[in-house]
């Protein structure tokens, strides 16, 4: 497709756009300084994950692409002044009311859950203020949104995951069962007794377990509440395992001298480890974990479905949905008793 003939200028020159002699205004002096502080932070995750990770670090991107974004659309008058008054209550207000209705939004809006609006609001607020701590400004954080979580389901979804798991091991002979099948059959036993995060699975190590004999009777680890507790060192929480949950993690750790026999170097001692190649051997971390779960999950949805079975709700394929669903049931049996 050709471009529209244009006139040519006396001297035979095309003639240079109005557009183009319109003189581009310098941005604010709030946004050069919040460029700094965001520089500090870029400088600081290289060096050291701990003070500020690659998460956290996302998040304050996020959150200074968004003060960009809102600046122009009018926070108060002297916002753009310095960093200071951007980040004064009022300035601050007038952005947290953009974002909550979906003005600072770069794609279309997919969640439709208001817990979402609210955790969105809590990383906004919280990336605030580490920004104004960063560059020494007072800072008056607004309250935050309460958290709100995802509906719990019926207890009896847990009940379909156990039977799926113990189905599909029943079709091998136990000496003859797949790793993965193995590892699985001992993560939801161990699931069930105590009811760990992904992220407190995950770090789970083979030194936690405590051994009556050669089987294990129960498990220390250190909990992760949801939305943190800063300030608080969370404290070691030790949990008896059932008896099942100690013969399943029996030849779990059966298993596991032969998918670390080929590796090299240190030895891992984390208890839950990848069953398949290129994976075997190392570490699984929550995504590989929670990915397994969700699996479980579809094939459990697709057998109820395939038998037409009537139901309220749909089996969970968040392993937080499904944890807090026992936690539920648990709370709900301990005080009946």
């Given at each position: 497709m050709t471009s529209p003939a244009r006139h040519l200028s006396a001297s035979g020159d095309r003639p240079t756009p109005a557009a183009a002699l319109t003189a581009v205004p310098m941005p604010a002096r709030a946004l050069y300084e919040l460029e700094w502080v965001m520089d500090v932070f870029r400088t600081?995750?290289?060096?050291?994950?701990?003070?500020?990770?690659?998460?956290?670090?996302?998040?304050?991107?996020?959150?200074?692409?968004?003060l960009a974004l809102a600046l122009p659309l009018g926070l108060t008058e002297t916002a753009g002044d310095s960093l200071a008054e951007l980040l004064a209550p009022d300035a601050v207000h007038a952005y947290l009311l953009y974002g909550r209705g979906g003005y600072l939004r770069s794609a279309p809006t997919v969640a439709t859950d208001p817990a979402s609006y609210d955790t969105s609001e809590r990383i906004r607020i919280f990336c605030l203020e580490r920004i104004a701590e960063q560059a020494r400004?007072?800072?008056?954080?607004?309250?935050?949104?309460?958290?709100?979580?995802?509906?719990?389901?019926?207890?009896?979804?847990?009940?379909?995951?156990?039977?799926?798991?113990?189905?599909?091991?029943?079709?091998?002979?136990?000496?003859?069962?797949?790793?993965?099948?193995?590892?699985?059959?001992?993560?939801?036993?161990?699931?069930?007794?105590?009811?760990?995060?992904?992220?407190?699975?995950?770090?789970?190590?083979v030194d936690d377990l405590a051994l009556d004999g050669n089987t294990p009777s129960a498990l220390t680890l250190v909990r992760h509440p949801q939305g943190g507790h800063r300030g608080k060192t969370p404290e070691p929480e030790t949990i008896a395992l059932s008896p099942g949950t100690g013969h399943h993690l029996v030849h779990w750790l059966k298993r596991r001298p032969a998918l670390i026999?080929?590796?090299?170097?240190?030895?891992?001692?984390?208890?839950?480890?990848?069953?398949?190649?290129?994976?075997?051997?190392?570490?699984?971390d929550r995504r590989g974990i929670s990915k397994w779960y969700k699996k479980v999950a579809d094939d459990v949805q697709i057998k109820q479905d395939a038998a037409n079975v009537p139901e309220q709700d749909l089996?969970?394929?968040?392993?937080?949905?499904?944890?807090?669903?026992?936690?539920?049931?648990?709370?709900?049996?301990?005080?009946?008793?």
């Open positions: 600081a995750n290289r060096k050291d994950k701990g003070f500020v990770s690659d998460a956290r670090l996302q998040q304050l991107e996020w959150v200074a692409g968004e400004i007072p800072f008056e954080a607004p309250d935050l949104p309460p958290w709100g979580l995802r509906p719990t389901v019926s207890p009896q979804m847990a009940d379909l995951i156990t039977d799926h798991l113990d189905e599909e091991a029943r079709q091998w002979p136990e000496a003859d069962r797949p790793d993965v099948i193995v590892r699985g059959l001992a993560m939801w036993a161990v699931m069930r007794d105590v009811l760990p995060r992904l992220g407190e699975i995950e770090s789970m190590l026999y080929r590796l090299e170097g240190t030895t891992p001692r984390h208890l839950w480890l990848g069953t398949r190649v290129p994976n075997i051997g190392i570490p699984i089996v969970p394929t968040r392993w937080e949905t499904m944890r807090r669903t026992l936690l539920a049931q648990r709370q709900a049996t301990e005080g009946t008793t």
